[in-house]
């Protein structure tokens, strides 16, 4: 009795281990649906991580389409073998009201496994930074419910406000 409970158990054990230890392709936080990347001129870049990749060398490939069977663009990122870490630079993009998806997307020979983000737009991003005038909240300004309210009109303007 006591050697098929405890072969039981080392077969759960090896099967949560192996299941555990799948490579997991991520973008940076930074990233996510319903965000704006740079438009030409300059090529955007998105990065991320693969964690559990093991020695093996891995590629990332980036595809940028406008629907999930439209490639526009197709990238590959090595995947740093230490860090786990890969970065891809897009082509240059015109900036539009064209949502596109971005999939990152890892195949090794034993497994593929990809991430992906929709409504991402290619315009221009500015970053803006600061102490105490930064955390003004636009609704307490002269006018603000307005404002607040006109703020329907432009549903391509996209707000990214990272954590402290």
Known sequence: MVRPLASLLLGLV??????GASPLVKFANSFGKHMVLQREPQSA???GTVENLGPADGVVTVTLSTTADSPVA????SVDSTSGEWVATLPPMKGGTTP???QAQLVTPAMSESVSFDDTLFGDVYLASGQSNMAFLVQNAFNGS???QDANNWPHIRLYTSKK
């Open 74 to 77: 197709v990238v590959n990122a």
């Open 100 to 102: 596109f998806i971005v």
């Open 45 to 47: 870049k998105v990065w």
């Open 14 to 19: 090896l099967t949560v281990g192996v299941a």
């Open 146 to 148: 307005a404002l607040v």
